[in-house]
């Protein structure tokens, strides 16, 4: 009888226990699931936001985690894979990414080859002895440029002296690179490679518009020279051409479309054909209740088309939340997704439509493949700040400040993405 009692309770035991542990997994999955930011940071707010109906957590649960699964194409990465580059001291005893010694003023990516420009004045004020004003120290900065040819993996490192590198153009097959600083009166210097940036020589001038292969602008206001053979010889442009340059403000150039020149102004794309050296008008049908964005005639260059950014007329038509972009020789507009609870300010690269906001404090990337028809996001959680962002052949390449488990990490890093499904959309 004694045994069969003990057994009993031996029975009895092993189900209260199975009973506790269901009972304390149920807790833990209901608290999750009520804890705003039990999945990956995020509060409630904007996974609802974005993929639920207010108050539909559930739905907007299970939509984020496939979301998620996008963020396995970003990694981020810094400097010190470079031989001699050490981390930036700072106020901290074990320093900040090496990154942090560098002002980035631009990045550039050119299908396998990207170049991030800038200089060292970070550097050069946490080693001074003193405070030292910005003024100070862009007189002692360095120029710097920073090549990678394996997507981030591994860079070589270029310096130029004084001032800073305030960015690469490619021309052609040839690259571009300004040293200066913004702002000063000191006129940049101009440099060319031939190489992919190997070995650079100075030069007069950067050609302002490619219009093909042989056919290029150069110059300044009033001085503008022509080539047809890819700059071997230059020409002076003619009165024509002359006249529809001057009737636009410096700083304000017109961009290039096939082999044409083409600028926006009052609602109306002004054409200049090099070949019939005649200018040509044609009026925009901009939807009423849109503004233009002024000077943001884009010409893409991955595929030439031009597109422009429109805003919603907040007095004419106030329900209207959300920009678009406009392709005007198309005549379609690609409305912004209504999901998003603010404006954003989205570019066009390639079959590439998209950029970042925030929602409920947590950056978001959106973008589209197909021109509107469907919208992806992506929560990045883990970057609380980004800048020089830059696009190229389906990547994106940014500066961010990373979140760490106690607050923000010290110092910024670079960030690579890349877009899912872009070479396959963009065959």
Same mark, same amino acid.
């Given at each position: 009888?004694?045994?069969?009692?003990?057994?009993?309770?031996?029975?009895?035991?092993?189900?209260?226990?199975?009973?506790?542990?269901?009972?304390?997994?149920?807790?833990?999955?209901?608290? @999750?699931?009520?804890?705003?930011?039990?999945?990956?940071?995020?509060?409630?707010?904007?996974?609802?936001?974005?993929?639920?109906?207010?108050?539909?957590?559930?739905?907007?649960?299970?939509?984020?985690?496939?979301?998620?699964?996008?963020? @396995?194409?970003?990694?981020?990465?810094?400097?010190?894979?470079?031989?001699?580059?050490?981390?930036?001291?700072?106020?901290?005893?074990?320093?900040?990414?090496?990154?942090?010694?560098?002002?980035?003023?631009?990045?550039?990516?050119?299908?396998?080859?990207?170049?991030?420009?800038?200089? @060292?004045? =970070?550097?050069?004020?946490?080693?001074?002895?003193?405070?030292?004003?910005?003024?100070?120290?862009?007189?002692?900065?360095?120029?710097?440029?920073?090549?990678?040819?394996?997507?981030?993996? $591994?860079?070589?490192?270029?310096?130029?002296?004084?001032?800073?590198?305030?960015? &690469?153009?490619?021309?052609?097959?040839?690259?571009?690179?300004?040293?200066?600083?913004?702002?000063?009166?000191?006129?940049?210097?101009?440099?060319?490679?031939?190489?992919?940036?190997?070995?650079?020589?100075?030069?007069?001038?950067?050609?302002?518009?490619?219009?093909?292969?042989?056919?290029?602008?150069?110059?300044?206001?009033?001085?503008?020279?022509?080539?047809? =053979?890819?700059?071997?010889?230059?020409?002076?442009?003619?009165?024509?051409?002359?006249?529809?340059?001057?009737?636009?403000?410096?700083?304000?150039?017109?961009?290039?479309?096939?082999?044409?020149?083409?600028?926006?102004?009052?609602?109306?794309? &002004?054409?200049?054909?090099?070949? $019939?050296?005649?200018?040509?008008?044609?009026?925009?049908?901009?939807?009423?209740?849109?503004?233009?964005?002024?000077?943001?005639?884009?010409?893409?260059?991955?595929?030439?088309?031009?597109?422009?950014?429109?805003?919603?007329?907040?007095?004419?038509?106030?329900?209207?939340?959300?920009?678009?972009?406009?392709?005007?020789?198309?005549?379609?507009?690609?409305?912004?997704?209504?999901?998003?609870?603010?404006?954003?300010?989205?570019?066009?690269?390639?079959?590439?439509?998209?950029?970042?906001?925030?929602?409920?404090?947590?950056?978001?990337?959106?973008?589209?493949?197909?021109?509107?028809?469907?919208?992806?996001?992506?929560?990045?959680?883990?970057?609380?700040?980004?800048?020089?962002?830059?696009?190229?052949?389906?990547?994106?390449?940014?500066?961010?400040?990373?979140?760490?488990?106690?607050?923000?990490?010290?110092?910024?890093?670079?960030?690579?993405?890349?877009?899912?499904?872009?070479?396959?959309?963009?065959?």
């Amino acid at each position: 009888m004694k045994s069969k009692i003990l057994k009993l309770l031996k029975i009895m035991g092993i189900f209260l226990f199975i009973v506790f542990v269901v009972l304390a997994v149920s807790v833990i999955f209901i608290t @999750n699931q009520s804890d705003p930011d039990s999945y990956f940071g995020i509060k409630k707010e904007a996974r609802s936001i974005l993929f639920g109906i207010s108050g539909n957590t559930k739905k907007a649960d299970k939509e984020l985690v496939k979301v998620q699964k996008m963020e @396995n194409s970003w990694r981020e990465f810094d400097f010190r894979d470079i031989q001699g580059e050490t981390p930036d001291k700072g106020a901290d005893p074990q320093g900040y990414p090496a990154l942090s010694k560098y002002e980035i003023q631009d990045i550039q990516i050119y299908k396998d080859v990207a170049f991030v420009t800038g200089d @060292n004045r =970070n550097e050069v004020r946490t080693n001074s002895r003193t405070p030292m004003s910005l003024d100070k120290a862009e007189e002692l900065m360095e120029a710097y440029v920073f090549r990678s040819t394996d997507g981030g993996k $591994t860079f070589d490192k270029q310096c130029f002296g004084k001032r800073s590198a305030l960015g &690469i153009r490619k021309v052609n097959n040839d690259l571009y690179l300004a040293i200066g600083v913004h702002m000063s009166k000191i006129k940049s210097t101009l440099l060319k490679a031939k190489d992919i940036g190997d070995t650079w020589e100075e030069v007069n001038f950067i050609p302002w518009v490619v219009l093909n292969k042989g056919m290029m602008i150069q110059g300044s206001y009033g001085d503008e020279q022509i080539t047809n =053979n890819g700059g071997e010889t230059w020409k002076k442009v003619s009165e024509n051409l002359q006249a529809y340059l001057d009737k636009f403000p410096k700083y304000h150039r017109p961009i290039p479309y096939q082999d044409k020149l083409v600028k926006l102004q009052d609602r109306k794309l &002004i054409f200049f054909d090099i070949e $019939t050296d005649k200018e040509e008008v044609l009026p925009l049908n901009v939807p009423r209740e849109k503004i233009l964005d002024k000077g943001t005639l884009h010409s893409d260059k991955e595929t030439g088309e031009l597109s422009i950014r429109l805003f919603p007329d907040i007095v004419g038509n106030p329900r209207e939340e959300q920009g678009s972009i406009w392709f005007p020789l198309e005549d379609k507009e690609v409305v912004f997704d209504k999901k998003l609870p603010k404006p954003v300010f989205l570019e066009v690269h390639g079959k590439y439509i998209g950029g970042f906001t925030k929602v409920e404090g947590v950056l978001t990337h959106i973008w589209t493949l197909d021109k509107g028809e469907t919208w992806n996001y992506e929560l990045l959680p883990n970057y609380f700040w980004e800048k020089n962002i830059s696009y190229g052949d389906g990547q994106i390449w940014m500066e961010v400040l990373l979140r760490g488990k106690d607050g923000f990490q010290n110092g910024s890093y670079l960030a690579i993405g890349k877009i899912k499904d872009y070479k396959e959309e963009n065959k």
